[in-house]
């Protein structure tokens, strides 16, 4: 039974949440369809629906007909020295002649309410649009860089020359999975903001190729890295042929690439810019800082944008609080404001020994006061308490709680996610 935890604004009482029956599924998700003016063929729901879990959708209801939809997915977020249960909010829309009505909130506290039922401390989500969001506490969880270059102009400052037992190979969708599974599952709990990926997942999304998921970018191809014939490095790509009457000008479009140790990862781009008839080479979902800058002699050409990644609502601040190790020890007293979710607000202590946080409630006067949403900034080591204070979103009431705050909160690697649901 969900336990109602957040408070909210009365909604009329012609509207109504109710989760779809499995032979609803297609239905379920028509608003959103109309939200965001796209289509859904069916062959990509039939890759979706095995994904689906019923009982956390829900679509909002004006009389019978369908006027909203709103969904999570069950997964494990990595955080510093450890991984906490997360509700991956997605699909959700209103459709555009029931907006204002508060539907959108309605799903959202719906969502919210069947997370802490199920003890998952924080959700995340990919925003269409961050001011949506942070209405409800979300916070700028990870960063994320994209770019598009000329293949020609990238020259690596060092580049690692060919030897013996080094080999890259194309690979087909089984071989795939079967080998960038375990590679991202060895790089998972040692990088903040990953999110599991089920084998389902890989196997019906991530590997394979089909007309739907091209969206103009042509045909998707698979290879691998390996060492002394073990894997230490995978890619996938898309390649968009295109001519003109000066030659070739095809666009190589990174996914993923991940591998087990710097030289692996620069290796496979290498390979990447060194492409044939490939005029422009781009990456999509890439770590901030990216490793590119350093080992590119001109990195101000690769023209990187920097921008909001995974977004992320602590719903449990305890919980999510005690579930991350820490740098260092010390004792930190923050007051956190969270009008949606009223057991989050109030004053916490971190006593923090060996890297491991007690949190509890106190009455002792704060050293920091923040809302849910800076804090969730923080969490993963997105923003520093400083970047925070900078910008008015968290006052201070000594000399020393921000520097302490920020060692306290140093994660071991910069947070990423590159796992869209």
């Known amino acids: 039974m969900r336990t109602p935890a957040c408070h909210h604004a009365r909604m009329p009482d012609d509207i109504t949440l109710r989760s779809p029956a499995p032979d609803e599924l297609r239905a379920w998700i028509e608003p959103l369809l109309s939200a965001f003016a796209e289509d859904f063929s069916e062959p990509e729901f039939e890759s979706e629906r095995p994904l689906l879990e019923p009982e956390r959708l829900v679509n909002a209801f004006d009389g019978e007909r369908r006027i909203g939809s709103a969904g999570a997915y069950t997964f494990r977020l990595t955080v510093p020295g450890g991984e906490v249960g997360a509700s991956g909010i997605t699909a959700v829309g209103v459709a555009p002649d029931q907006r204002r009505r508060g539907v959108l909130r309605q799903m959202l506290t719906w969502l919210l309410d069947d997370a802490r039922a199920r003890h998952e401390p924080v959700a995340v989500l990919w925003a269409s649009e961050a001011a949506i969001y942070q209405r409800f506490g979300f916070g700028n969880g990870t960063w994320s860089s994209s ?124 390979w990447v810019f060194a492409m044939d ?22 990195p101000r050409r ?40 009223q057991s989050n607000a109030g004053r ?35 923003l520093r308490f400083i970047d925070l204070a900078r910008a008015g979103r968290v006052r201070t009431f000594n000399d020393d709680a921000l520097q302490t705050a920020d060692v306290l909160f140093t994660p071991s690697r910069a947070p990423y996610c590159n796992t869209m649901f």
Do not use: C
Not at 203 to 221: C, F, I, N, T, V
Not at 277 to 296: D, E, I
Not at 302 to 311: Q, R, Y
Not at 348 to 376: F, S
């Open 147 to 270: 770019f598009e270059v000329d293949r020609s102009k990238m020259v690596f400052r060092s580049p690692i020359p060919p030897r013996d037992g080094v080999r890259i190979r194309m690979v087909e969708p089984d071989e795939g999975v079967a080998i960038a599974m375990p590679i991202y599952e060895a790089l998972r709990p040692v990088a903040p903001g990953s999110l599991t990926r089920p084998e389902l997942k890989w196997r019906s999304q991530l590997m394979p190729d089909a007309e739907w998921m091209r969206h103009g970018s042509g045909p998707k191809y698979r290879a691998v890295l390996e060492v002394d014939g073990q894997p230490r490095g995978y890619v996938v790509y898309r390649i968009k042929g295109d001519w003109d009457p000066r030659g070739p000008k095809g666009v190589l479009t990174v996914m993923d690439l991940l591998a087990l140790d710097p030289e692996a990862e620069q290796r496979l781009w290498q």
């Open 277 to 298: 008839l490939v005029a422009t080479v781009r990456g999509w979902r890439l770590p901030v800082p990216n490793p590119l800058h350093q080992w590119l002699i001109e």
């Open 302 to 341: 690769l023209g990187i944008m920097v921008g909001d990644g995974l977004w992320l609502r602590l719903l449990d601040v305890p919980a999510a609080l005690a579930a991350r190790t820490y740098a260092g020890e010390g004792t930190l007293v923050i007051d956190v404001d969270d009008a949606m979710i």
């Open 348 to 382: 916490w202590q971190m006593a923090v020994q060996g890297g491991i946080a007690t949190v509890t409630r106190t009455t002792a006067e704060p050293d920091l006061a923040l809302d849910v949403g800076a804090l969730a900034s923080v969490y993963l080591g997105a």
